[in-house]
């Protein structure tokens, strides 16, 4: 097997990233997963996380960008509400976006998804409900599933969450009472 890394993007491969999220488009709508129907993401979206340089690729040895995903540092204003459920902690965690892979099936996923969890102490993502594939990925590599989250947009996700074994609670403190823990803002 060709030796495997994940780095931040660079300029020059944002239509390589384009690509890999277009296979994946494709690979859900075989599937009947509505999920990034409209476009979603933009190239003016992965351009701006380019330049925060939170867009990352994993580059395999001889082909270039075979998968991407987006880690930001939470907060992230999706995740304010969580309903029928909780998450695992009210700590600082990361959030990961835009996963996709050039080709499903070859362990790509499998490896970002490693790399992933062996970087972050706190993982949080979503996923659609049809997104049968992501939810058992997820699922294996340690994600707990924990409610459902609302999009700006207003469609509703999946919510899943990641503590690695290592991962010391936060004292409850003020995170514990603060009014859009669960509730949402205004709430």
């Known amino acids: 097997m060709s030796e495997r890394r994940i780095r931040t993007a660079r300029n020059r491969e944002l239509d390589d990233v384009m690509h890999a999220l277009e296979s994946?488009?494709?690979?859900?709508?075989?599937?009947?997963?509505?999920?990034?129907?409209?476009?979603?993401?933009?190239r003016a979206e992965l351009t701006s996380e380019l330049r925060r340089g939170t867009l990352m690729v994993c580059e395999e040895e001889g082909e270039g960008v075979v998968g991407c995903?987006?880690?930001?540092?939470?907060?992230?204003?999706?995740y304010l509400r969580i309903d029928d459920g909780d998450w695992l902690d009210d700590g600082p965690y990361f959030v990961v976006h835009r996963f996709a892979t050039l080709r499903q099936g070859n362990g790509v996923g499998s490896?970002?998804?490693?790399?992933l969890c062996e970087t972050a102490d706190s993982l949080r993502m979503d996923?659609?409900?049809?997104n049968l594939p992501m939810q058992g990925l997820l699922e294996r590599h340690g994600f707990?599933?924990?409610?459902?989250?609302?999009?700006?947009?207003?469609?509703e996700r999946l919510a899943y969450q990641y503590?690695?074994?290592?991962?010391?609670?936060?004292?409850r403190g003020i995170l514990g009472w603060l009014p859009w823990r669960k509730g949402?803002?205004?709430k």
Request: with cysteine; net charge neutral.
């Open 184 to 186: 949402g803002l205004g």
């Open 127 to 130: 996923t659609h409900e049809l």
């Open 69 to 78: 995903f987006v880690l930001a540092p939470g907060p992230d204003p999706c």
């Open 24 to 42: 994946s488009r494709s690979f859900m709508r075989a599937r009947g997963n509505p999920q990034w129907e409209r476009s979603f993401p933009t």
């Open 144 to 155: 707990r599933r924990c409610g459902v989250i609302c999009l700006s947009n207003g469609e």
């Open 163 to 171: 503590l690695s074994p290592t991962h010391e609670p936060e004292s």
């Open 111 to 115: 490896f970002m998804m490693a790399w």
